[in-house]
T-cell receptor
Framework: GAGVSQSPRYKVAKRGQDVALRCDPI?????LFWYQQALGQGPEFLTY????????KSGLPSDRFFAERPEGSVSTLKIQRTQQEDSAVYLC?????????????FGEGSRLTVL | GDSVTQMEGPVTLSEEAFLTINCTYT??????LFWYVQYPGEGLQLLLK?????DKGSNKGFEATYRKETTSFHLEKGSVQVSDSAVYFC???????????????FGQGTILTVHP
């Protein structure tokens, strides 16, 4: 497809389980972002990749959160030992640019519910 | 740190009514400002942007003017349509030129519902 694709769209996990969320950015896009959106709130920055390099992970809330983009295209966000406060929509966005244009192309998100 | 505050919603209007969604920000330096929109069942998409004071961004009949003196970027549309029903997010990005890569700070979003 032409847009950013995320999977799974919905994930229910029991507390303590590990989850992995996948993002397929638009082909050729250099920059890739992960955001976390809690219910009724705006997206909050988690981490940023430029190609395969993770240049900023300042928004990751704990060391249970890990993201990778090993070949500079597909990215995976992994959450270990999930907690109820991890319940949110996880958004992936990509951009063709290395510099700030402000135009990010977002996927529809992966909604994680931790019971 | 940087922050964005939007007027609380939801906002409900009749078709052809005038729309204003207020947005104010706190940031150091000279950020770029954006409005993103999320239609039902779709991902966020850029609606309009402004990169310096007094710039006006416009798209699809929506407008917003970058007001540095009031640190505001209010979204307006003269005549809304049912198809404008969506969630609207105000956002900013540090405007550090080539050293900034587009890390956005978002407001909490405003739900707009337009009735026929």
């Amino acid at each position: 497809g032409a847009g950013v694709s995320q999977s799974p769209r919905y994930k229910v996990a029991k507390r303590g389980q590990d989850v992995a969320l996948r993002c397929d950015p638009i082909s050729g896009h250099v920059s890739l972002f992960w955001y976390q959106q809690a219910l009724g709130q705006g997206p909050e920055f988690l981490t940023y990749f430029q190609n395969e390099a993770q240049l900023d992970k300042s928004g990751l809330p704990s060391d249970r959160f890990f993201a990778e983009r090993p070949e500079g295209s597909v990215s995976t966000l992994k959450i270990q030992r999930t907690q109820q406060e991890d319940s949110a929509v996880y958004l992936c966005a990509s951009s063709p640019a290395r510099v700030d244009t402000g135009e990010l192309f977002f996927g529809e998100g992966s909604r994680l519910t931790v019971l | 740190g940087d922050s964005v505050t939007q007027m609380e919603g939801p906002v409900t209007l009749s078709e052809e009514a005038f729309l204003t969604i207020n947005c104010t920000y706190t940031a150091t330096g000279y950020p770029s400002l954006f409005w993103y929109v999320q239609y039902p069942g779709e991902g966020l998409q850029l609606l309009l942007k402004a990169t310096k004071a007094d710039d006006k961004g416009s798209n699809k009949g929506f407008e917003a003017t970058y007001r540095k003196e009031t640190t505001s970027f209010h979204l307006e549309k003269g005549s809304v349509q049912v198809s404008d029903s969506a969630v609207y997010f105000c956002a900013l990005s540090p405007n550090a030129g080539g050293t900034s890569y587009g890390k956005l700070t978002f407001g909490q979003g405003t739900i707009l519902t337009v009735h026929p």
